[in-house]
């Protein structure tokens, strides 16, 4: 419905009342000067308490989330959260718990941490797990700077290369640039696998390490993986791991085997904690022996009598965060692997990759794919339509807003010309994938016949299209009338 709303302010009126106050109860007491407002309060709206909370409802009834559609966002496993999950996460018990709480007094919390570190270990393969880091950036940042104690620890005070795809996620060069490393950035081959020859010439005693997505963000199984592994390793190098497309081969396969030596978890991806508008997150990160004295701490271990408790590694490079890391996404991780077991995970992945399988098999001839082989989670297709005049991958998505979808990512990997990362995840039925399959055809067939309606979408959004360079460059950060009649009519 696009019915025009006025704003809150526009709705003001003089004497309207939100609330009652009761009457004091206790003896009235004069607030000191220095807490009181002095300018003037009369640009604050005056309004009802319906007009309040039908505002406000109206607003939150724009959000997109994945508890009203599908959400195929490539490269960030938006699936679906379940509430058992919640309920875990606000047990007493758990919600309740401060973090300066006596170890004595936390056991249930140590255990499940514990547990989960546990847990994440072996799935990957990892000897060593720490649940500190709060974001997958952060847990790239943990292992680049582990991979620099390790190094300095042998004495090889040489190493200051850190090679990368070039179909890299953009927070790999830039936590390499972070720690104070030179970023080398490793060619894609046809096939979309790292090009062996171009990591072989790079490849020197400079080199830190490298760091792989596996799947990668062209969303392909590294065909010559353990081959990377080897050749980085006989350099002395370490092999990095990002493990934001962990997604596609839970149970299936374990980083460690592939030869990583650390890779970070995203567990509001994989492990379903909700992403939750930009946090809190959770990039718990694992490692091999060898580098697990230099873990960030503290982290938790059984002792000899039971009991849990915290310790912080030998060698390590310190906190990462305050605590003991984003302790609710956690508890939700824990639920998600308690409540699938073993064959459930495995089942995860290989219902993701059949999904990704089966949008790259009914759009590939409409939208060329990237490369045109088997994905893993998710699938990277070409908004380059046949016949289509001047219709760009941007309008794609904004049309699909009109039919009701989000839009999948856009624009990335960056060496894809008009790339759509499309990633349904295993929680969409075949019902929506269909539907999402009939709407992407539909937008192929308006990009032939009627592209002035692609390039004006959407145009049932409680929005139209914004120009995005303006918006970057002329932000609105306050609300005026005027202005805001400018925007609304165009």
């Known amino acids: ?83 058992i999950h919640e309920e875990a996460a606000r047990l007493s018990g758990f919600a309740a718990a401060h973090p300066l709480q006596d170890e004595t007094l936390s056991q249930g919390a140590l255990r499940l941490m514990y547990e989960l570190q546990s847990d994440l270990a072996e799935i990957s393969g990892f000897d060593a797990v720490s649940l500190q880091p709060a974001a997958g950036a952060q847990g790239e940042f943990t292992g680049i700077l582990v991979f620099r104690a390790y190094h300095l620890d042998r004495g090889d005070t040489e190493r200051n290369e850190v090679l990368v795809p070039d179909s890299a996620h953009g927070t ?43 799947p990668n963000t062209l969303g392909l199984f590294e065909e010559h993986i353990t081959e990377v592994s080897r050749i980085v390793h006989e350099a ?22 592939l030869g990583f030596d650390f890779m970070h978890y995203n567990l509001h991806k994989t492990f379903t904690t909700p992403h939750g508008g930009g946090g809190p997150g959770s990039g718990a990160v694992g490692c091999t022996a060898e580098l697990a004295p230099f873990l960030p701490g503290p982290n938790v271990r059984q002792a000899s009598n039971g009991n849990y408790e915290f310790f912080v590694p030998a060698k390590s490079i310190g906190r990462m ?32 990759v059949l999904n990704a399988n089966y949008l790259r098999v009914q759009l590939g001839a409409i939208y060329p794919p990237a490369v045109n082989r088997i994905c893993m989670h998710e699938v990277v297709l070409k908004g380059q339509i046949s016949r289509s005049k001047g219709v760009r991958t941007l309008d794609i998505a904004k049309r699909l807003i009109d039919y009701g979808f989000h839009p999948p990512t856009i624009y990335f990997p960056l060496i894809v ?11 969409e039925t075949k019902r929506n994938l269909d539907a999402f399959v009939q709407a992407m055809r539909d937008i ?25 360079v303006r918006a970057a460059r002329q932000p609105v950060l306050r609300y005026n009338a005027e202005q805001f009649a400018q925007l609304r009519d165009g």
């Open 321 to 352: 965060k305050a605590f003991h890391g984003n302790f609710g996404m956690l508890v939700r991780a824990w639920t998600y692997i308690r409540t699938l077991g073993a064959a459930g995970l495995r089942e995860v992945s290989e219902i993701a």
């Open 417 to 427: 010309p008009e790339a759509l990362m499309i990633e349904p995840t295993e929680t």
């Open 172 to 214: 790999n060069p830039a936590t390499a640039a972070m720690a104070g490393f030179k970023v080398i950035e490793v060619k894609s081959d046809a096939r979309g696998n790292v090009d062996l020859n171009d990591l072989k010439a790079k490849l020197s005693s400079r080199t830190v390490g490298l760091m792989l997505t596996n």
């Open 236 to 257: 002395g190098g370490l092999m990095y791991g990002d493990g934001a497309n962990f997604n596609a081969i839970l149970g299936i396969a374990k980083p460690r085997e």
């Open 444 to 468: 192929a067939h308006e990009a032939v016949e009627t592209p002035e309606m692609l390039h004006e979408a959407p145009t049932k959004a409680p929005a139209r299209r914004l120009d995005e």
């Open 1 to 83: 419905m696009n019915t025009y709303e006025p704003p809150l302010y526009e709705l003001s009126a003089p004497g309207k009342q939100g609330a009652n106050l009761p009457e004091l109860d206790v003896p009235a007491a004069a607030l000191p000067a220095h807490l009181l407002r002095q300018d003037d309060l009369a640009d604050f709206p005056e309004l009802s308490e319906p007009e309040v909370i039908r505002h406000f409802t109206r607003i939150s009834q724009r959000n997109f989330c994945i508890d009203t559609g599908m959400y195929p966002l490539g490269s960030c496993t938006m699936k679906y959260n379940p509430k």
